[in-house]
């Protein structure tokens, strides 16, 4: 299994950002996918998923903000990240949602700062 997270930067609050992921070695299609963020010191946390079906589940803080959707034919989920905020600031990883987890990728700074 390889998990690609790609798009992050350095991104002004109330700007946007869009994560690309793009997963091998699974049976994609059929794989529910959640994107997680992780800031020093915590746990890496649930941001948002989507299931095979479609259905999108999203954290509290993020709700409104950003959308998750995937891309069957290329293997590949997107999280577009609206109306950044500091507290956004974190390295965001893909994943199938579990537990039990795939390896993880090296997953994509997004840093929101002015």
Request: hydrophobic content about 30%.
């Given at each position: ?7 992050g ?6 700007g ?20 997680y963020?992780q800031?020093?010191?915590?746990q ?6 989507i ?18 959707t ?8 997107h ?19 579990g537990?039990?987890f ?13």
């Amino acid at each position: 299994v390889q998990l690609v997270e790609s798009g992050g930067g350095l991104v002004q609050p109330g700007g946007s950002v869009r994560l690309s992921c793009v997963a091998s070695g699974i049976v994609f299609r059929i794989t529910h996918m959640g994107w997680y963020r992780q800031t020093p010191g915590k746990q890496r946390e649930l941001v948002a998923m989507i299931r095979s079906d479609g259905i999108t589940t999203y954290e509290n803080s993020v709700k409104g903000r950003f959308t998750i959707t995937r891309d069957n034919a290329n293997n590949t989920v997107h999280l577009q990240m609206n109306s950044l905020k500091p507290e956004d600031t974190a390295v965001y990883y893909c994943n199938n949602w579990g537990p039990p987890f795939n390896s993880w990728g090296q997953g994509t700074e997004v840093t929101v700062s002015s």
